[in-house]
């Protein structure tokens, strides 16, 4: 029998299913956030509320932020010349901490995988060939993850982009071989942006 109500037990079972967390972590978790009621967990409740009604996806290039176009995609001081082009949103977010790249991004929201039955129709291509497409674009660079699946799908951008008359290049990958661009550390990212190569 639980020594806590359904409550408690409820909130403990949905941070069990984040990222990183099982149930034991999500029970420390709990206990730490209740010992903090006032301090964390309160505020934390306000604040999560706040961004699950605020959140939207970017339009142009499918990052989330509380406003469309993102606060990215609005900054008129960035180079409008690059797109940079990511699986997922927590790699824009590893790449733009940099403060080393001043262009654009474009969220594929994923890579192709025959094996998981993911096509191109299910990723953000098609928007990207548009937007490579604006003469304003000179460069997509492709900062994909070092995996076959990720490959796979660089190869695929890169033919589409043929006929879009850019210069495609891709990141050095000094990003080792199964390695993830959220959990590098910024030199690595760093300086495999800066030893991109041309694709083709």
């Known amino acids: 029998m639980a020594s806590h109500d359904h409550a408690i037990d409820g909130l403990i079972k949905l ?7 099982g149930p034991r972590s999500a029970r ?15 505020p934390l409740a306000t604040s999560m509320a706040d961004v699950a009604e ?30 940079c082009v990511v699986e997922e949103v927590a790699d824009l977010w590893a790449l733009d ?21 993911v096509t191109p129709d299910d990723l953000n291509v098609s928007s990207l060939i548009a937007r490579a497409s604006n003469s304003e674009v000179k ?11 990720g490959q796979t799908t660089a190869h695929y951008i890169s033919d589409r982009l ?7 290049s891709a990141i050095a990958h000094g990003v080792p071989v199964g390695g993830e661009l959220d959990y590098l550390d910024d030199g ?6 800066r030893a991109r190569k041309d694709v083709g």
């Open 188 to 193: 690595t990212l760093t300086q495999a942006l």
């Open 15 to 21: 941070l069990s299913r984040l990222p990183g967390l």
């Open 97 to 117: 901490r940099l403060d080393s790249y001043k262009g654009q991004y474009h969220v594929l929201g994923g890579t192709l995988s025959a094996l998981d039955g």
């Open 139 to 149: 460069e997509v660079i492709l900062a994909l993850n070092a995996t076959v699946d």
């Open 162 to 168: 043929s006929a879009a008359g850019v210069k495609v």
């Open 54 to 83: 605020k959140i939207e996806v970017c339009t142009t290039c499918h990052n989330i932020d509380t406003r469309d176009p993102c606060a990215i995609c609005a900054d008129l001081k960035r180079d409008n010349s690059t797109i």
């Open 28 to 42: 420390r978790a709990v206990l730490h956030l209740i010992k903090k009621k006032t301090a964390l967990m309160q």
